[in-house]
């Protein structure tokens, strides 16, 4: 190979993983194109062909003279990177592609050292903004000496998350470490690594794709979740070397792999990791709780927390939201367009909720319009739909959509034209459009006495368009059509090449930008106290069937599908009721809703005071031994019924002292809970004694 084929090699696959920024310019699809048009333009303004240059000084030498016309090309093409591909990526390549043997680990780590240079400082500045420290631990260089030929670490990090470099059982390997090794300098080892771990998973989804390369070394995530005293816990990547006499000796390119990888791609998982552990203060057994819960409904879905009163199922859907949606904070729902919750009540319908008839008053005044409007769940739904499919298709099928809507709108108008001047657009001499609305035309024939005229939706012309059909007989054979479409396909051809014939500009690819992937979260509290079935409708299947539109009895004209009877749940979109399982006055949740929601249990648990709370643990124990076998009548479920946690906090904003958290104890238990419990013994639920008390008697010393 030549310089050229080895640098593409490299490019494409070490260099290009850790450069996002040079993704659209340089990538797999136009590498070739572009670097002739580098290599031309290199050649026009110096006289030579840079990848003939095997001096990387020489080519900084050129570079550094700014001359044209690769000066303006250069600055043009994505603010400068292809004078950044030759004279740091190029340049790289030239110093390090062949560097493969090592005297031993400790070589190869200072052979790492030059090659980082700057880079070293803007670790170790980082790292002590990151830690809060005052002092770096060292500017020119990032590793400690290697031990034992064996590993090493950045400097100072023994209690934080680690670069980590190794050489063992003929591999050398390198990534993040998580350490639980107890030392003089980490003490608290488990719970110091513990915090690390947890905005790992927290982030874990964004690592994945950042390091997709990266695994567990010889371990799993359960063992990471399950760290002990003494271990450590390695994610990153490894690879073979061979031992010779006096030297370690590795793969073409492979030194270069480590070098990109933990001067790019590492040290953003890095700083991501370590900034989570920073701005998030969180036990790590709740980030795994959560991590579940959120992992579920990613699966899912929909999901349905499901328990008795005052488990805080509410507060847990916001702090599901907060975490699908990326944010810091629950406040940060507040006003968050990608979040919305809304509350189920008996009389609530699917008018209310998917679509419905509102009545408004006419523009002038003396008359009532009722018109059919997207509701709650559907303007939410529409929201999350266009940003899926804007995130999710390349930017010329975006804009090639954009421009077939346009010349097709166009083509509408001029349909409605000839409607409104003739009464009809001719399809041939016995056939013709009759009308139209804001999905579909209207056709029918001169002599069709007594039939309802045809419907022929606009996607299905788009649909032979975008699939370039050139005959009737081809129309036809469309897999994605309606059946209408297929049954008269030569009415559809008819219109379609009228369509055709119409168009008078040229596509041409505005090259847009992709809109970021944004995930949508429904909060619906209180789900089972309207008729689930009834107000969700045909919707129940789209649960199922994400991206698959279902016809709904509604016509919305501002809606975003070219049928606009239809409705799309898209797969960003998700949805989280709350159900009070204590309450048998709601309505019943069928099995054709059930399969399709994930229902779990948020159940009673006694907490403990932190920095937020103080928890009333007599209180809570004095009532949960209520909720025992001999008193909970046989017709309920334990669990179903008891008295959840919620109702025995008292927030440490809200009490300054002892005094003031004591009353708060009693008003809760005195006007919250012992309400429910007197309800609960006229229900039924309660029954029997509780030691020498009958029911009523142990519930009113409660008041005390």
């Known amino acids: 190979m030549n310089n050229k084929e080895l640098f593409k090699k490299f490019y494409l696959e070490i260099a290009f993983k850790n450069l996002q920024s040079y993704k659209a310019h340089f990538n797999e699809s136009n590498f070739d194109e572009n670097i002739s048009e580098l290599i031309s333009k290199f050649q026009d303004t110096y006289g030579v062909d840079p990848f003939d240059i095997k001096d990387p000084k020489k080519i900084t030498e050129y570079l550094k003279e700014n001359k044209e016309p690769f000066y303006t090309y250069s600055d043009k093409k994505g603010t400068n990177i292809p004078n950044a591909l030759l004279n740091k990526h190029y340049n790289n390549f030239l110093n390090f592609y062949d560097k493969n043997k090592f005297a031993d680990l400790q070589d190869l780590i200072n052979v790492l050292h030059d090659a980082f240079g700057l880079f070293s400082r803007t670790f170790q500045d980082n790292r002590i903004k990151l830690n809060g420290n005052s002092r770096v631990a060292s500017s020119s260089i990032i590793f400690g000496d290697v031990r034992d030929d064996y590993w090493t670490i950045n400097k100072g990090s023994e209690s934080e998350i680690q670069y980590h470099v190794f050489k063992h059982h003929n591999k050398i390997g390198y990534g993040l470490g998580f350490n639980a090794q107890k030392t003089r300098n980490n003490l608290d080892a488990v719970e110091n690594v513990s915090k690390f771990i947890g905005a790992f998973i927290r982030e874990k989804k964004e690592i994945d794709v950042l390091l997709e390369d990266y695994q567990l070394i010889d371990n799993t995530l359960d063992s990471l979740l399950n760290i002990k005293e003494g271990e450590f816990i390695l994610f990153g990547r490894d690879f073979p070397f061979v031992q010779n006499a006096n030297n370690i000796e590795i793969e073409e390119f ?28 969180e036990p790590l057994n709740k980030t795994i709780e959560k991590n579940k819960m959120k992992e579920l409904l990613e699966y899912k879905k929909q999901i349905i927390l499901q328990g008795p009163p005052g488990t805080g199922k509410t507060r847990e859907a916001e702090l599901i939201a907060k975490e699908m949606l990326g944010l810091s904070d629950i406040k940060d729902l507040e006003n968050n367009n990608q979040y919305k919750l809304v509350q189920f009540h008996p009389s609530y319908t699917y008018e209310d909720f998917v679509r419905g008839i509102s009545a408004k008053p006419s523009e002038d005044g003396k008359g009532v319009l009722y018109k059919a409007e997207n509701k709650t769940l559907s303007l939410f739904a529409q929201e999350a739909y266009k940003n899926y499919e804007q995130s999710t298709k390349t930017e010329s099928q975006i804009s090639y959509k954009d421009w077939i809507n346009e010349q097709f709108d166009s083509f509408v108008d001029k349909v409605q034209d000839s409607l ?50 050139v005959d009737a007989k081809s129309f036809k054979a469309l897999p994605n059509t309606s059946g209408s479409a297929k049954q008269h396909y030569g009415y559809y051809y008819k219109v ?10 040229e596509f041409k690819n505005e090259n847009k930008s992709l809109l970021e992937p944004k995930n949508y979260v429904l909060v619906i509290d209180e789900i089972n106290r309207a008729n689930l079935s009834s107000v969700l409708g045909e919707l129940i299947y789209a649960l199922e069937y994400r991206e698959k539109a279902v016809e709904s009895m509604y016509s919305v004209e501002d809606s975003v599908l070219d049928n606009k009877n239809e409705i799309i749940l898209p797969p960003n979109l998700y949805i989280i009721g709350t159900m009070n399982t204590a309450d048998r006055s709601v309505g019943h949740i069928d099995y054709a809703i059930r399969r399709r929601f994930a229902f779990v249990e948020v159940l009673p648990k006694p907490l403990v005071e932190d920095e937020e709370i103080y928890f009333n643990i007599d209180g809570y124990n004095l009532v949960a031994d209520l909720f025992t076998a001999e008193n909970v009548s046989p017709e309920f479920e334990i669990q179903d019924v008891q008295i959840g946690h919620s109702y025995f906090i008292a927030k440490k904003s809200e009490a300054k002292n002892e005094t003031e958290r004591d009353e708060i104890f009693t008003m809760k238990m005195k006007y919250e809970v012992l309400p429910i419990l007197e309800e609960y013994v006229k229900d039924g639920i309660l029954v029997g004694k509780v030691g020498e008390f009958s029911i009523k008697n142990y519930i009113k010393s409660l008041k005390k």
């Open 496 to 505: 379609l090449s009228d369509f055709q014939n119409s168009i008078k500009t």
């Open 420 to 469: 409104d001047n003739d009464g009809e657009y001719r399809l041939s001499d016995k056939v013709k459009l009759c009308d139209l609305d804001d999905s579909s035309f209207y056709y029918t024939g001169d002599s069709w006495f007594g039939e309802p005229k045809h419907r022929m939706k606009f996607s299905d012309i788009k649909e032979g368009f975008i699939n370039n059909v």
């Open 254 to 281: 492979k030194f270069l792999q480590i070098y990109y990888d933990l001067r790019y791609r590492q040290f953003s998982a890095y700083k991501k990791i370590y900034q989570n552990a920073i701005d998030i203060d």
